[in-house]
């Protein structure tokens, strides 16, 4: 494995690409007393089609990610969670819109429980027969889902904003779309997303490079180097649906305020530029977080969040509010404030220092650490790249950012309201 070492957190990491196929990256953290290990694959929701042997595309059911996801854990020796429970590990496993995910902390027995991350989610055992009892389960899940308001207020938002991307669909799909699913196309799909290419395995914590190198090398089954499948949308540029409302069972109305970014490709600097802004426009050191807390319009429960993948990007404003529509207006106001006058001078080093803290601070974690350094490698950056672009940049390209990738006029609000039900 090749060391390097970061310039400013002094932290080195190893990083190969395997014999297999796989892209590995491991940290060793002499302070730590756990390790984390994180698999994953670009496949996430997003992904609705399969290459056809002509050349053309072959569309899949919705939701059949997570699908495959559940069942992956399955094997004709039982379930991996059985296993990882003799060894002592914290297993879970995640779909979003762009990736899958499994994963495993451990305190001690680490080595065996790499081997057998690294064992079940390379051989999956899909039936007729647990495909079609899995259906039960999911859509069991899917109307929980349903009920969330928490869930809907979000997925509202995405329906709202786009008109055919895929991000627009819950991750889980739906009732009606998994009963589409079979054991076939589960392993259709796993062969071609989950090809070792098109994965990333991160260690962090208690491990040596050399530990995971030879589980590796024990493991690892080559696999085909083939082209990534392309992933295209006719997306139009404008939202949908600038309003959506639901009434729910909930105290008060939640509302999600999302603007949608035009496509673009993720780098360091606009991952950077995103939590810089997000902090500039709304972070509690913000002065429009102060006066709308002064004002009672917003509670503890405000947040903020930039979320991105293939052709889509939001930025996203939500929490509890009697008065969702005008805090709409007063971010809207801020932004174009902002946009107008440019990132107060006196304020942009304070606010650099901080957000770098605020990631600096969480790498004392070694889930944080595997997490951040995951969503690097896929989005296609070097480990902790984003801390390099964070402390070169400067407010003029805050400036500019703030500009082109957020359009005032180019949103949604989603509200979910009381239906009435809870006193």
């Known amino acids: 494995m090749q060391a390097f070492t970061h310039p400013l ?19 060793p953290q002499a302070h730590a007393c756990s390790a984390y290990a ?26 059949i990610a ?51 991350l690294l064992d079940f989610v390379q051989h999956p055992y899909f039936t007729p027969e647990t495909v079609q009892k899995e259906q039960g389960i999911i859509g069991q899940e899917i109307r929980m889902c349903e009920d969330d308001p928490d869930r809907c ?25 998994i009963v589409d699913i079979t054991a076939d196309l589960l392993y259709r799909c796993y062969d071609r997303y989950y090809n070792l290419h098109n994965m990333v395995l991160v260690v962090t914590g208690k491990i040596t490079p050399e530990q ?37 069972p909930v105290a008060a109305p939640l509302f999600y305020l999302g603007f949608k970014e035009p496509p673009g490709e993720a780098s360091a600097v606009t991952i950077a530029g995103a939590r810089l802004l997000m902090e500039l426009v709304a972070g509690k050191s913000s002065p429009l977080y102060a006066r709308l807390m002064e004002e009672g319009l917003i509670n503890e429960q405000f947040g903020t969040e930039y979320f991105n993948g293939p052709a889509f990007g ?41 957000v ?43 400036d500019c950012q703030l500009r082109e990738r957020i359009c005032v006029d180019n949103r949604t609000l989603s509200v979910v309201k009381p239906d009435g039900s809870v006193r």
């Open 38 to 63: 994180v698999f994953a694959t670009r496949y996430g929701s997003v992904y609705n089609t399969l290459p056809t042997a002509d050349g053309g595309i072959e569309v899949v059911p919705e939701g």
């Open 212 to 248: 995971v190198q030879d589980a590796a090398d024990r493991l690892l089954k080559p696999a085909p180097d083939f082209p990534p499948s392309p992933f295209t949308v006719d997306e139009p540029a404008e939202v949908c649906e600038t309003y959506m409302e639901q009434a729910m």
């Open 153 to 177: 207020v979000l997925f509202n938002l995405l329906q709202g904003m786009y008109h055919n991307h895929p991000v627009r669909v819950d991750i889980a799909g739906t009732v009606e779309s």
């Open 314 to 354: 939001v930025w996203l404003f939500g929490g509890e509010s009697a008065d969702p529509k005008r805090v709409e207006a007063e971010v809207c106001a801020e932004i174009a404030r902002l946009q107008k006058e440019g990132v107060p001078r006196e304020r942009f080093d304070a606010l650099k220092k901080g």
């Open 9 to 27: 957190t002094g932290d080195t990491f190893y990083r190969t690409t395997h014999p297999s196929g796989l892209d590995i990256l491991v940290w």
């Open 356 to 398: 770098y803290g605020q990631i600096v601070s969480g790498l004392d974690d070694t889930m944080n650490c595997g997490e951040l350094i995951l969503s690097h490698l896929l989005d296609g950056i070097a480990p902790l790249e984003e801390l390099d672009a964070l402390a070169a940049m400067t407010a003029d390209e805050i």
């Open 66 to 116: 997570h699908y495959l996801e559940h069942k992956l854990f399955e094997s004709e020796e039982g379930d991996a969670f059985t296993r990882f429970a003799e060894t002592g590990a914290d297993a879970n496993a995640y779909t979003s819109f762009e990736r899958t995910a499994y994963l495993f902390s451990a305190t001690e027995n680490i080595l065996p429980s790499l081997e057998i």
